[in-house]
């Protein structure tokens, strides 16, 4: 072992522009295609196990979360303009909207608590019910843990941006935090399909 | 020794002077709170072989067990929670850490990267790793442990239900299990995108996808596997965790549920698993067949096709563990041929790393010997796990000695071949001292012919009718004399094994210095010092091929002219 370190220098020096993809991207794209097949295992067994309870409640007694879905669904394009505004380095537009885009998150979160606070006091359906009942909370409360996960990096970064420590060159992470956001987004577009209309 | 004579430009002093010896405190401080790739890639090595070592001893037990007829050298739940044990250890505790080491260790130096896209993600994936290994093995002490030893599972690896359910596992060796692996899963999702975020947004200049070594293509297609292997797993133990301390029903038959789910979900991950163990011992025959073959690899754009063909495939074969449940002839067929696919990009590995060998000038090192090896053994795993596939032929030799030989075939004599192979290889990178040949040869022969002694001899107690996961077998069945060739082979091999591990520790501070480049080898590794030092190279690299060590030590001919 000799105490100097070799280098291997290219014979030639490559002329091409030499760029490579942003690895907080390419690591929240792997992230969302692992947590992808984490939701596709529990929709299938959703699917599956579609009108196999062996006794009720049934879900005939689900509402459909139409204020919920709507408030989570624009929190998507609120988002996308709050980016698009720290892009431009309008910092107070870019505040307002991030702080809009937690409140509509907070506000499915919250209606998914009064929806489960119905469902277990006054129609009677917990986890260990029925079939039906497991299922459910299961792909439902799946979805809402990533809900929560996203609402506390939202509140993470507000808090950021009311210190003033954001940002225009912080762009890019901003930019990671919400591709999570979306893919939290579209789980919800598969989950209500399959819960609230398919399964009903 | 052969880095002298590197024609390297740019030879840099840059290592600082020797500071007074670190205390021990200080010592384990920096073990333990390192974010460095190398160290991390060499902590997950040494827990794999620790537990490699842990997983053999309880095979050793099972196979005393099984020498002779109606034995009672362990007790027969002590018996279950060794053979479930040994499985997951085999699999989880040893075969992923040591791929994620190794991938640790080397890949980053061989794409010319400072380290991991994220430090202090690979530092958390291997805690996490870590004490997922070590939470399963505290089930053998904690609660009321150890006598007939503890809450370790004992429902073998697959778990089926409803034998994982509270009314039939009622300790707690089901939740150890189920808790545990969700840990490690975690660290190895962890892991997983932290090297396809290294793999695609750290490469050296001029390192494009299709000049990367080999071995970085392998362990980036596995990571791929695990991202969409590991979660399945992880879904369904939350289910069945679920099931066990909320009261669900998703495997409760009883309301409606279903077991044969369970077995679904089981085998979507535990199928593309056993691909994801098989990768390392391609990913190290990549590198060790062409460099001594003396040969540049034979068709690296159809090695590389193969790779991902074999992980694409693989997402579509778990049923072929579930003929015998009772699926359609449909479905049955769709496994079947699904399965035998497979067998169409290994082949075109096989193929290409024997010509890769074909017209080279050989030199059987003791990690060429152990590769050479690999090549016959994972082709006759291969034949069999073909011979496997088809259901007829499945629902005679199911849950046989027969399957227990396939796939043993494919870990021990596949994977642990390939895997000691590349440690001979890369061991003086990581140490800066050889590994002793002589031991080396001991260990490999004392190996083969244990390999072969046991796991030859048990496809046919397989096919006198033998089951797996039986605790003993009365005397007139006529599978005692096999039986007993079959233990001798594994003594064998836990000889050679101890051999190995003896070698380890010895050639650390008695082996021959080995330099920066002992093999002649051509991927960036090797260009850096032996240990390398914590920033790997002090200039990044550049590279215009897919051998730069090769253009560097002969410019007149460079690999770059003809790419």
Redesign the interface.
Known sequence: ??????????????EEQ?S?????K??MY??I??????F???VV?YV??IG???YGPTPQILEVPVLNTICLLSSSFTIWLSERALERNKMKLFGALWALTLALGAVFLVGTGFEWYDLIYHKGLT??T??FG??FY?LVG?HATHVVFGLIGLTTVLIFTLMGKVKEEHCERIQVLALYWHFVDAVWVVVFTVVYILGR | MADHTLPIGGTLDVTPERLSRPTFLEWVTDWVTTVDHKKLGLMYIIYSVVFLLVGGAEAMAIRIQLMFPNSHFVAPDTYNRLFTMHGTTMVFLMGMPFLFGLANYVMPLQIGARDMAFPRLNAFSFWLTAFGGLMLYYSFIGGSGLYGVGNAPDVTWWFYAPLTSRAFSPGHGVDYWALSLIVSGIGTLGFAINTLATVFSMRCKGMTLLRMPLFSWVVTVASGLLLITITPLTAAQIMLTIDRYLGGHFFDTQAGGSAVVWMHFFWIFGHPEVYVLVFPAFAIANEVIPVFSRKAIFGYPAMVAATVGIAFISMGVWAHHMFTVGMTSVSNTFFVLSTELVGVPTGIKIFNWLATMWGGKIRFKTPMLFLTAFLFQFLIAGLTGIILSIAPFDWQLHNSYFVIAHFHYMLVGAIIFAVSGGFYYWYPKATGRMMSETIGKWHFWLFLIGFHVTFDTMHFVGLEGMPRSIYSYPADRGWQHLNVIISIGGFIQAIAMLLFAYNLIWSLRKGEVAGNDPWDAWTLEWATSSPPPVYNFAVEPEVRSRRPLWDLKHPEDPDWKYE
Do not use: Q
């Not at chain 1, 000799?2 to 020096?13: C, D, F």
């Open positions: 072992m000799s105490a100097t370190t070799l280098i291997p220098r290219g014979p030639v020096t490559t030499w490579l993809p942003s690895r907080g390419i690591a792997s992230l295609i692992g947590e992808s097949a984490i596709t295992i529990f067994a599956f196990y196999k309870s062996l986890i260990s029925n079939l497991t299922t299961s799946l």
